[in-house]
């Protein structure tokens, strides 16, 4: 579909690398410019050489998108960066695994913060833009652990069945301006973070998996690509599965 997004801008949080950074240079290969937010300022400059190698124009923020000035000064230097925003991709998130009886407060608030609040704060600040714009597109990055939870990631599963049901109240609220919102739920996907979990875990989690292999970052750029294209302009509210058939 290259050409797709001629025209457009998108914003794409956690966008330094992993599966945000696959987005970016997924939406930037069919025509969009794209606007990079991540705590990691100095790895958003290779997202931006590689969306700019795909000759469209790019801007870095560096910010914690739990902070809602933050999130305001994105918004609108992305606006003033690169002139307007028609695609704002929620992708920002970290996790703090542990068992229930030993999570700390501290953790619970700090994945809540990142993966639901943060989600919140830029749906908010990008739709008001989005509405005198008169469209726009949001897509949310979620997690089948939303779906199903998951053991020892009592926080993770609820910031992302958070981020599900946010996901469907504001294309409620959203739809009659124009604005579609979505999500995509990713299953086992190999990033930085995933790599990090013990391999006795990881065998059993592609036993479960009928795809018979782990999903790649490219897998969760595509679907995102379509959710922000005209191909899906009917949807709107819908979470995408992409686990390989792992929650059906």
């Given at each position: 579909?290259?050409?797709?997004?001629?025209?457009?801008?998108?914003?794409?949080?956690?966008?330094?690398?992993?599966?945000?950074?696959?987005?970016?240079?997924?939406?930037?290969?069919?025509?969009?410019?794209?606007?990079?937010?991540?705590?990691?300022?100095d790895w958003l400059k290779d997202t931006a050489s590689a969306v700019e190698s795909r000759?469209?124009?790019?801007?870095?923020?560096?910010?914690?998108?739990?902070?809602?000035?933050?999130?305001?000064?994105?918004?609108?230097?992305?606006?003033?960066?690169?002139?307007?925003?028609?695609?704002?991709?929620?992708?920002?998130?970290?996790?703090?695994?542990?068992?229930?009886?030993?999570?700390?407060?501290?953790?619970?608030?700090?994945?809540?913060?990142?993966?639901?609040?943060?989600?919140?704060?830029?749906?908010?600040?990008?739709?008001?833009?989005?509405?005198?714009?008169?469209?726009?597109?949001?897509?949310?990055?979620?997690?089948?652990?939303?779906?199903?939870?998951?053991?020892?990631?009592?926080?993770?599963?609820?910031?992302?069945?958070?981020?599900?049901?946010?996901?469907?109240?504001?294309?409620?609220?959203?739809?009659?301006?124009?604005?579609?919102?979505?999500?995509?739920?990713?299953?086992?996907?190999?990033?930085?973070?995933?790599?990090?979990?013990?391999?006795?875990?990881?065998?059993?989690?592609?036993?479960?998996?009928?795809?018979?292999?782990?999903?790649?970052?490219?897998?969760?750029?595509?679907?995102?690509?379509?959710?922000?294209?005209?191909?899906?302009?009917?949807?709107?509210?819908?979470?995408?599965n992409v686990s390989g058939g792992m929650v059906m």
């Amino acid at each position: 579909m290259v050409g797709v997004l001629d025209g457009k801008v998108a914003l794409v949080t956690g966008a330094a690398r992993g599966i945000g950074r696959a987005i970016a240079e997924k939406l930037a290969a069919n025509g969009a410019d794209v606007a990079l937010c991540d705590l990691q300022a100095d790895w958003l400059k290779d997202t931006a050489s590689a969306v700019e190698s795909r000759g469209r124009k790019a801007a870095c923020f560096a910010a914690d998108v739990s902070q809602a000035a933050a999130v305001d000064t994105v918004v609108s230097g992305t606006n003033n960066a690169l002139g307007r925003l028609d695609i704002l991709v929620n992708n920002a998130g970290i996790t703090r695994d542990t068992f229930l009886l030993r999570m700390s407060e501290q953790d619970w608030d700090a994945v809540i913060d990142i993966n639901l609040k943060g989600t919140f704060l830029f749906t908010k600040a990008a739709s008001k833009l989005m509405i005198r714009q008169k469209n726009g597109v949001i897509v949310n990055i979620a997690s089948i652990i939303g779906l199903i939870g998951n053991a020892g990631q009592s926080n993770y599963a609820a910031s992302k069945a958070g981020v599900i049901a946010l996901t469907k109240s504001a294309a409620k609220e959203l739809a009659s301006r124009n604005i579609r919102v979505n999500a995509v739920a990713p299953g086992f996907i190999e990033t930085k973070m995933t790599e990090a979990l013990p391999e006795e875990i990881r065998r059993k989690m592609l036993e479960a998996i009928p795809a018979g292999r782990f999903g790649r970052p490219e897998d969760v750029a595509e679907a995102v690509l379509f959710l922000s294209s005209d191909a899906s302009s009917y949807m709107t509210g819908q979470v995408l599965n992409v686990s390989g058939g792992m929650v059906m």
